[in-house]
């Protein structure tokens, strides 16, 4: 590629992937500059908002006269152009090295480095950074899903989560004072983001398993059942809902959640 240009409207994303130098996600409403000047791809950013997954390999970014390599083996980035051409690094997960000319810049998950047109360079922590259910995360299915992040400033924080990622139909908001949050889902994929004052942190994207094994019917959870002497043998009924195609089952009981005994 040379000076492909890739632009995304309203509702919209796109998703590339180099040959050894990590992968990009570009979200709605940006316009990016592919380039390739020696062995190092390059990235000229317009405006909007890119995500990054390095690799071993340097990845070039361009904003303006500004030329930012970048590198961090394993390092995911959200990286976002203003209006006023001020560039935004947000490191969401490793350690990122960032090399302007002379100047050399470390940040580590949670930091925002702010590029101001002309190379100005200021670090301050991420209001807010998700951590759990973590980005492209399988769960497996349980009766209330677990959400926590880290917290650097005060402030109301605005919980959010959807079944796609624009958030243009939101399944559950929730005002929450704290740094976890627990919601039932079914199986299903899952987009989650969290908002504070006039931020919003990067969107988590995961996935709940659907239910494996039969789901069991009878006796319903919790229940106790009473015998009319020590010496009655009464018999109970366990019933769970047919699996296609399956002849053959284990039934096992034990004393202790377990199953120890």
């Known amino acids: 590629f040379d000076s492909d240009a890739i632009f995304?409207?309203?509702?919209?994303?796109?998703?590339?992937?180099?040959?050894?130098?990590?992968?990009?996600?570009?979200?709605?409403?940006?316009?990016?500059?592919?380039?390739?000047?020696?062995?190092?791809?390059?990235?000229?950013?317009?405006?909007?908002?890119?995500?990054?997954?390095?690799?071993?390999?340097?990845?070039?970014?361009?904003?303006?006269?500004?030329k930012i390599e970048l590198s961090g083996k394993g390092t995911k980035l959200a990286i976002s152009k203003n209006e006023k051409s001020d560039l935004s690094l947000n490191v969401v997960e490793g350690k990122l090295?960032?090399?302007?000319?002379?100047?050399?810049?470390?940040?580590?998950?949670?930091?925002?480095?702010?590029i101001k047109e002309g190379g100005d360079v200021s670090v301050k922590l991420a209001p807010l950074l998700p951590l759990k259910p973590s980005?492209?995360?399988?769960?497996?299915?349980?009766?209330?899903?677990?959400?926590?992040?880290?917290?650097?400033?005060?402030?109301?924080?605005?919980?959010?989560?959807?079944?796609?990622?624009?958030?243009?139909?939101?399944?559950?908001?929730?005002?929450?004072?704290?740094?976890?949050?627990?919601?039932?889902?079914?199986?299903?994929?899952?987009?989650?983001?969290?908002?504070?004052?006039e931020f919003v942190s990067k969107t988590m994207v995961f996935r709940i398993l659907p239910e494996i094994g039969p789901k069991l019917i009878a006796p319903a959870f919790g229940t106790q059942f009473e015998t009319l002497s020590e010496t009655c043998n009464e018999q109970q009924t366990v019933m769970w809902e047919n699996i296609k195609d399956t002849s053959k089952y284990q039934l096992q009981i034990a004393t202790d959640p377990e199953f120890k005994s």
């Open 8 to 66: 995304t409207d309203a509702s919209s994303t796109a998703r590339v992937r180099f040959a050894d130098s990590g992968e990009l996600n570009i979200t709605e409403n940006s316009l990016i500059i592919l380039e390739e000047k020696g062995k190092i791809p390059q990235l000229r950013i317009e405006k909007g908002d890119v995500d990054i997954s390095l690799t071993d390999k340097p990845l070039e970014v361009i904003s303006g006269k500004d």
């Open 97 to 114: 090295n960032a090399k302007m000319g002379e100047k050399k810049l470390s940040l580590k998950a949670g930091e925002i480095g702010k």
């Open 135 to 197: 980005h492209r995360s399988a769960l497996l299915p349980q009766k209330l899903t677990s959400f926590s992040w880290a917290r650097n400033e005060p402030g109301e924080i605005i919980f959010e989560i959807s079944q796609d990622e624009f958030f243009s139909l939101i399944l559950h908001t929730a005002s929450v004072d704290k740094e976890n949050y627990t919601f039932s889902l079914e199986s299903g994929t899952y987009y989650w983001r969290l908002k504070i004052k």
